[in-house]
């Protein structure tokens, strides 16, 4: 009973290790899919190609309108030209005045994108303007550059220390931001710093800053918790460095086009001049920095410059501050507080149409890697069961609805999805199942070539292969010249009735296994086993020049290695080979019918092989006269007879052929 019970479980062992068997498929699918997953959730860990991936979801943001809050004085080049080609070469009164100029005209916050850090003999009529406006917010800048690759996760960026403006600057300001641009690896601009340290205290961005004081909030209305800051009760999503993502609503701007920019831009020479209409700046927020302007280093590459050309940091300010604002838009508070002179209702249905939702928010960490798991495991689950083409198909079209959803989560819900890993994920899974795919069904075509060839010659089971491979396994053949040779044991119906049939079998299958290596050898075919007969033949399948002369040989070969098996008294009498070889024409190839096929060579040329064979006395080998001058002097034949066989009106011309040149035995006649 418990061998019983042994023997079934091996043999179903052996069927679920075979390569077609499908719990060994779906083994090696979610082997692959787990190790493609695990291999990718380590790269995610470690922020891997975080250039290519944020490059990617560049793709779904889209130009949207701005609120009108934001206007732009530009130092651009005719004003550099008018005041010196170094803001440090300015004197401070035509910022004093420009002040002035933007009180007059109702600017409600002037923030400057300029650093006053060393003293001028100015500054006292700058910080009177500062302290009469009462609306002034001034950068700071931190001395290092501080970026995500070197600030760990949960922290703020630290900065060892800053550059502040002048002490009596500092005090006529209404609130202070640091202006740092912090790019991310690509160089591309596309966080900003909420907020960063300064001597163990947080200082806000300068367009954070700017926006407070727009709302006339405090500082201390601004909370911030990991991965959000709030602003009024609304979130604004950081990442683990408290940075925002920019929202850019457009290309860089234009000084002094208006109706065409993304933010309306005038040059600093033409505000301070009265030349701008006086309403342009009423109840804004007025940026003051460099634009337009040739040789001031402060721009950057950001998404919204796909033509390579770069933003100048005012803008970029310009887009932090109506990013902050139309993702806080919707907080009853803020409404309150702010005068749009517009319908808010809608504004916020054209301001949302066909763009993402604001505030913005990246998808957590935690997130991106289950989805890659997700998508490598059911793709190795799944991805086994089919074919190549409809893999492909499959991994396409499951990608394609993960964008639709990624631009959907962008659209509807502000999230902004990863769509590099994803792809990784069903794209290296589907080549890892192809690839094991393609090892196993090699190994398995290989298993049934070795079977095959079992059963035919291994150069016969190759030709049916490749003819299936093809499309060309049909009933029909070749015509061509080969060589066939007949093996027969002689006396065998004698020789078996002294023997238990397993004794016969095991005879016979020592001989023949002896037999069939030495045609394998020499490069035969063997075609058949019928009973105690072999059936091989050269030039077929495939060309062997020295056809004739490779049978002939092997069957010399063959009678040599019946006479040391004899010797050996393995068997209770001895056993002689017969051996037949011709040399003609034949039609080769596949007969029988379109549900059971045969290679094997038909024609007269085997006839007279098969009766060669059945005339041919014990330890000769009779070889037909083509087959003779064929082999010419490198066989001696021993002697030459004119038999006559059955199917034959004339006598054929034989040669008999003895491994030990000895004497033959008189000739059969027409006996087989």
């Known amino acids: 009973m418990f061998s019983y019970l042994r023997r079934l479980r091996q043999r179903s062992l052996r069927r679920i290790l075979t390569p077609q068997h499908p719990l060994r498929r779906l083994t090696f699918g979610v082997v692959v899919g787990a190790s493609v997953g695990t291999l990718l959730s380590l790269g995610l860990w470690v922020d891997l190609f975080s250039g290519i991936r944020t490059q990617l979801t560049d793709a779904l943001y889209r130009p949207r309108p701005t609120t009108g809050i934001v206007a732009i004085v530009a130092i651009d080049d005719a004003s550099l030209a008018a005041y010196g080609r170094s803001t440090v070469e300015w004197p401070r009164s035509v910022h004093a005045q420009l002040i002035n100029t933007l009180k007059a005209d109702g600017a409600r916050v002037i923030a400057f994108d300029v650093l006053f850090a060393d003293p001028t003999s100015d500054d006292p009529m700058l910080a009177a303007a500062m302290k009469d406006a009462g609306n002034v917010v001034q950068p700071v800048v931190g001395a290092n550059v501080g970026s995500r690759s070197t600030t760990p996760r949960g922290q703020l960026i630290t900065y060892d220390r800053f550059v502040d403006p002048t002490a009596e600057l500092v005090g006529a300001s209404k609130a202070l931001g640091h202006a740092n641009i912090v790019p991310d690896q690509d160089g591309q601009v596309r966080r900003v710093p909420l907020f960063v340290v300064q001597d163990g205290q947080p200082v806000p961005a300068l367009a954070l800053a700017a926006y407070m004081q727009y709302l006339h909030y405090p500082a201390q209305a601004v909370k911030i918790e990991r991965d959000v800051v709030q602003v009024a009760n609304r979130n604004l999503y950081t990442d683990d460095n408290d940075r925002m993502l920019i929202y850019y609503f457009g290309p860089p701007a234009r000084v002094n086009q208006p109706a065409t920019s993304t933010f309306p831009a005038y040059s600093f020479v033409d505000v301070v001049d009265g030349k701008v209409p006086p309403d342009a700046f009423k109840n804004k927020i007025v940026l003051v920095g460099a634009l337009d302007a040739s040789g001031l280093p402060d721009s950057y590459a950001t998404p919204a410059s796909s033509t390579g050309e770069k933003m100048f940091g005012v803008e970029i300010h310009a887009n932090i501050i109506e990013t902050i604002h139309q993702s806080l838009a919707t907080v009853p508070e803020i409404h309150n507080n702010v005068n749009w002179g517009l319908n808010l209702g809608p504004l916020h249905l054209q301001l949302y149409r066909g763009t993402a939702k604001l505030p913005l928010r990246e998808q957590p960490l935690s997130e991106q890697i289950g989805i890659t798991l997700l998508l490598a495991l059911g793709a190795g689950l799944v991805l086994p069961f089919l074919g190549w083409h409809i893999g492909f198909l499959l991994v396409a079209v499951t990608y394609g609805a993960y964008f639709f959803w990624a631009s959907a989560s962008f659209t509807i819900l502000g999230r902004v999805v990863d769509l590099l890993f994803p792809a990784f994920a069903l794209g290296f899974t589907y080549l890892g199942t192809v690839i094991v795919s393609y090892v196993f069904e090699e190994r398995r075509r290989n298993q049934i070539n070795d079977l095959f060839s079992r059963y035919v010659s291994a150069e016969i089971a190759q030709k049916i292969v490749e003819a299936f491979d093809q499309g060309k396994l049909e009933l029909g053949g070749e015509e061509r010249e080969i060589t066939v040779l007949f093996a027969d044991v002689r006396g065998f119906t004698t020789l078996s009735e002294s023997l238990t049939p397993p004794e016969v079998v095991g005879m016979l299958n020592v001989f023949l296994e002896q037999m069939t290596e030495i045609v394998m050898q020499n490069g035969g075919a063997i075609n058949k086993y019928i009973g105690d007969n072999l059936m091989a033949f050269w030039n077929a399948p495939y060309p062997q020049p020295e056809h004739a002369w490779l049978a002939t040989k092997a069957g010399m070969e063959m009678l040599v290695a019946v006479h040391k098996l004899n010797e050996t008294r393995h068997f209770s009498a001895p056993v002689q080979f017969g051996i037949g070889i011709n040399t003609g024409p034949v039609v080769v190839g596949n007969v029988g019918s379109s549900r059971r096929l045969e290679y094997t060579p038909i024609g007269d040329t ?67």
């Open 606 to 672: 085997v006839n007279t092989a098969s009766r060669l064979c059945g005339v041919a006395p014990g330890g000769s080998c009779y070889i037909g006269a083509h087959t003779r001058a064929l082999v010419g002097d490198r066989a001696t034949p021993v002697a030459e007879y004119h038999i006559k066989v059955k199917g034959k009106a004339e006598p054929v011309e034989v040669y008999e052929l003895r491994p030990d040149g000895s004497a033959p035995p008189p000739p059969l006649s027409d006996e087989h």
